[in-house]
């Protein structure tokens, strides 16, 4: 088993940048694929990025493609997520979650563990 806490989130100005992190603690990091999700007021979680078990291959949804990036530290038990040229759409409570598989999924039911999420507002 595996806890997750995130943290870095805040409100940032439109066209500005946050890296959000993924602590893990308990069970080995390494030994999980995690995902980044989103969820804005009145609207259903949508996935964000992924990474491999392995931190080699990485997965991003069409809007933060070329924006986001999502990397990971297994020697710090941490995933990062960075974000980049921040629209107020971008505007949501962000997840981190752990997925017991090799590679990356888009599917938030693969994930078995979740984070409590941290608040990313940004303004325009």
């Known amino acids: 088993q595996v806890q997750l806490v995130e943290s870095g989130g805040g409100l940032v100005q439109a066209g500005g940048s946050l890296r959000l992190s993924c602590a893990a603690s308990?069970?080995?990091?390494?030994?999980?694929?995690v995902g980044w999700f989103r969820q804005a007021p009145a609207k259903e979680r949508e996935f964000v990025a992924a990474?491999?078990?392995?931190?080699?291959?990485?997965h991003y949804a069409d809007s933060v493609k070329g924006r986001f990036a999502i990397s990971g530290d297994n020697a710090k038990n941490t995933v990062y997520l960075q974000m980049n040229s921040l629209k107020p759409e971008d505007t949501a409570v962000y997840y981190c979650a752990a997925a017991d598989r090799v590679g990356t999924t888009n599917y938030g039911g693969a994930y078995a563990y979740w984070g409590q999420g941290t608040q990313v507002t940004v303004s325009s």
């Open positions: 308990g069970r080995t990091f390494s030994s999980y694929s």
């Open positions: 990474i491999s078990r392995s931190r080699s291959s990485t």
